[in-house]
């Protein structure tokens, strides 16, 4: 019972001070900093959209250390 009393006694006084609003702390909130805008409204192009083409005709591609067996199987890298 005892341990009961301590506890929420502990857990009463935690709860309002932290609760309790400072006078003046400096703290700056990030989202009243920042306003959302657009990509365009800032001058960002999108990037340019990428092939990625694993065929025949395409080189340097070499399998690293602990890649076996790397070849291209329908447009696609395969290996183990």
Do not use: H
Request: with cysteine; aromatic share 6%.
């Amino acid at each position: 019972m005892y341990l009961r009393l301590a506890r929420s006694t502990a857990v009463a006084c935690l709860a309002l001070t932290a609760c309790r609003r400072g006078g003046g702390s400096g703290v700056a909130r990030l989202a009243d900093q920042f306003k959302p805008e657009s990509p365009a409204a800032q001058g960002i192009a999108a990037a340019p959209r990428q092939l990625w083409s694993f065929g025949a005709g395409s080189s340097g591609w070499s399998a690293l250390a602990g890649v076996a067996d790397l070849s291209c199987n329908g447009g696609m890298l395969a290996g183990r």
